[in-house]
């Protein structure tokens, strides 16, 4: 149905809004009465209701009933049957060419007052010109239902934010003007123009203050700088006929005032249609809304409410898988691949069906991990598991290993273009470990990180050459680590391998990135590393001894244990004398005897003072930023980060001075430290095994 305002941007009619209720633009005009003379009986004017009514400007007649009191008559009855408005055919335009008894009438009765300078004759002309606009109306709202339902889902998987914006580029067409759909939590979900979240904010704010929602409910909507954008634009659809494609009239505020021009665009506020959605549907127009503009409005809602429930639906079964992969992830850190397995059944359970994995650890630095994570789900579909990573900014992905796999390399080579497409990402990657060791993969993988800043496409990964464990011979190794482990492997099976497991971890990380990792309390972590070292008789606050028990831990995990010795010294002598230990350890440190500055005796001064700087500059005779820098350049060359210890009382004595200034040599994590052992153990083994320093059999004393 055409409006009041409508009618006023045709030129054809030559009317004006004079002034009237705020709404009196948004009135609908079903038709038009011409109304001659100045005898307006109620009984002879018929129904009214949305009919606009012009008249002529009245004049005084004798014998007559008084222009005041006819006039009254006529506009008591309009107001009573809700008419659209009184015209009154003026020969110039303006509220002041109206008598004032007209006026003030209309203004008391809340009636809509126009002028018009047609005169009565041609408006008798121009009237069934209306029938035609409604027509033409009727067919452009039902265009306009046709572009809608056009713009909806084939199907549900393909609800989501595109979707959304589809439907909100043809609302802000068909209405001519900005449409925003925005959550209190979520921010913009879709907007069209890009400018409609500035113009639209700060009505909405207003519109909530108003309406007096609950103190739940925030007052002002968290809007981005700048909107959704990623959505594909569809094309605009046409807009609606002449007819109905009006720009806003001018109303004054009282009867007396002149016509001022209203820029304030029209609203409107609808909450989406779905259950318990707090999204809002706002649109500001450029014209007037009228029956058809609000019905599309409506539609819109509805439709939109479906697309952010489903879209809603969607996250809610995400977050689960993503829980439920976490879930696998966190059983593989502590060594439980059966469980691991079962947790994915449901899922993507060939995944898991594997003996051994590599582990990819991808650093996202400051940047939006979302951002990679779906780049990295598109690029990896159903090949790989991607896990976000519950300590640190950080993916990480597992990739099966397979005999019958005829592209061993297609998960890193995706990953790769992931993390070279993102300029702040980075990545490091293990070997292949069985999947039971997924935490040592890992670890491998996060220490690659810091090799990885160096390289020009940001992506380190973990060579195919020896480590300390591979090299150890197994049969000296299995009984010097049950030698040193001998109160823990006494434990019953639960508690010793609840025990191992979280010394395994709790002495690679952060006690509180440990924890993250495997789901549980950091102090649970702390108190159970604790328990470990007292029953072992040592100082979990002297790094060697954390090296030794780490190193001991990692042979029970990796090939079990014998019975222990009563020679542990002897044991350990045995277990680094073979050529196999040598030839390892001389490759370990070979790229650092080639720099000219001492590499070698700077790591191992660095240890023998518990990782503390300031104490290893005054044993050297440097400075502590010579030492730090030189730290930091070990890095590439032995493709691991030498990192000190992030855990509370570890690498300093019980009574040593705080670090004041000192910072690890590589900061991985958002709690202030990497991976603190992945560097440091075999560096010291290296070192002892090639130079004798440290004094690693010293760092702890043989059980009774």
């Not at 061993?408 to 293990?430: C, F, I, K, N, T």
């Not at 702390?526 to 831990?553: C, E, K, N, P």
């Not at 990796?558 to 196999?580: I, K, N, R």
């Amino acid at each position: 149905m055409p409006t009041l305002g409508g009618i006023c941007g045709e030129s054809d009619f030559c009317l004006r809004l004079a002034f009237g209720p705020r709404a009196a633009a948004d009135r609908g005009v079903d038709s038009v009465r011409v109304l001659t003379g100045t005898a307006w009986s109620a009984d002879r004017l018929g129904d009214l209701r949305d009919v606009l009514v012009v008249i002529g400007v009245p004049g005084a007649r004798p014998g007559r009933q008084p222009v005041s009191s006819a006039i009254e008559g006529l506009l008591r009855e309009m107001s009573r049957q809700r008419a659209a408005g009184l015209a009154v055919a003026v020969e110039r335009q303006g509220a002041r060419s109206v008598p004032a008894v007209i006026r003030s009438s209309a203004a008391r009765l809340n009636v809509p007052l126009l002028t018009t300078t047609k005169s009565l004759g041609a408006w008798k002309e121009l009237a069934p010109r209306l029938r035609e606009y409604r027509y033409q109306h009727a067919e452009w709202h039902a265009e306009q239902l046709t572009a809608l339902l056009n713009r909806l889902p084939s199907r549900l998987a393909d609800a989501d934010g595109d979707a959304m914006q589809r439907v909100t580029d043809w609302l802000a067409a068909a209405l001519d003007g900005e449409v925003l759909v925005s959550d209190p939590l979520r921010g913009v979900l879709a907007a069209s123009p890009e400018s409609a979240p500035g113009t639209l904010a700060p009505l909405l704010a207003g519109h909530l203050v108003r309406a007096e929602l609950p103190a739940s409910v925030p007052s002002v909507i968290p809007l981005p700088s700048a909107t959704s954008g990623t959505a594909a634009r569809s094309p605009a659809p046409s807009a609606p006929p002449a007819s109905t494609t009006l720009p806003t009239p001018s109303m004054p505020s009282t009867a007396e005032s002149a016509s001022i021009p209203d820029t304030t665009p029209h609203t409107r506020f609808q909450t989406l249609a779905a259950m318990g959605s707090p999204s809002m549907l706002s649109v500001a127009s450029r014209r007037p809304f009228d029956d058809a503009g609000v019905d599309l409005l409506r539609h819109a809602g509805k439709v939109l409410g479906l697309i952010d429930q489903i879209d809603r639906r969607h996250s809610q079964v995400a977050e689960a898988e993503h829980a439920v992969r976490l879930g696998a992830f966190q059983f593989l850190m502590v060594g439980e691949e059966i469980a691991a397995q079962r947790a994915m059944a449901a899922l993507t359970p060939w995944l898991l069906a594997t003996e051994k994995v590599r582990v990819y650890v991808i650093d996202c630095g400051e940047a939006d991990r979302e951002i990679a994570a779906r780049r990295s789900d598109r690029a990896i579909a159903d090949r790989a598991m991607l896990v976000r990573c519950p300590a640190f900014n950080h993916l990480i992905v597992l990739d099966p290993v397979r005999d019958q796999d005829n592209d061993p390399a297609g998960v890193r080579d995706s990953m790769r273009q992931v993390v070279v497409s993102l300029p702040e990402h980075r990545m490091g990657g293990s070997r292949a470990y069985a999947l039971s060791e997924v935490a040592d993969a890992y670890a491998e993988a996060a220490d690659a990180l810091s090799v990885a800043r160096q390289l020009p496409d940001r992506v380190a990964l973990s060579n195919e050459r020896a480590d300390l464990l591979s090299a150890l011979p197994p049969v000296a190794a299995r009984r010097w680590a049950a030698t040193v482990l001998r109160p823990l492997l006494a434990l019953p099976m639960g508690q010793r391998d609840q025990l191992l497991r979280t010394l395994d971890l709790g002495l690679e990380l952060h006690h509180a990135s440990a924890a993250r990792l495997v789901g549980i309390h950091r102090n649970t972590v702390t108190q159970r590393i604790s328990r470990a070292f007292g029953l072992l008789g040592l100082d979990r606050g002297r790094v060697l001894s954390q090296v030794v028990v780490s190193t001991a831990v990692k042979v029970v995990i990796a090939h079990g244990h014998d019975e222990p010795s009563p020679d542990a010294t002897a044991d350990f002598v045995t277990m680094l004398a073979t050529p196999e230990v040598h030839a390892w350890a001389e490759s370990f440190l070979e790229p650092l005897r080639s720099d000219r500055r001492d590499l070698i005796r700077t790591l191992a001064a660095w240890l023998e003072n518990d990782t503390h700087t300031q104490r290893t500059a005054t044993a050297l005779g440097l400075s502590p930023v010579t030492v730090r820098s030189r730290l930091r350049a070990c890095a590439p060359l032995i493709g691991r980060e030498p990192a000190v210890s992030p855990n509370p009382h570890v690498g300093r004595t019980p009574h040593a001075e705080p670090k004041g200034d000192e910072q690890p040599p590589g900061k991985d994590g958002p709690d202030g430290g990497g991976h603190a052992w992945g560097g440091v153990r075999p560096l010291a083994f290296a070192l002892y095994v090639t130079t004798g320093r440290p004094p690693l059999p010293a760092a702890w004393r043989p059980h009774p």
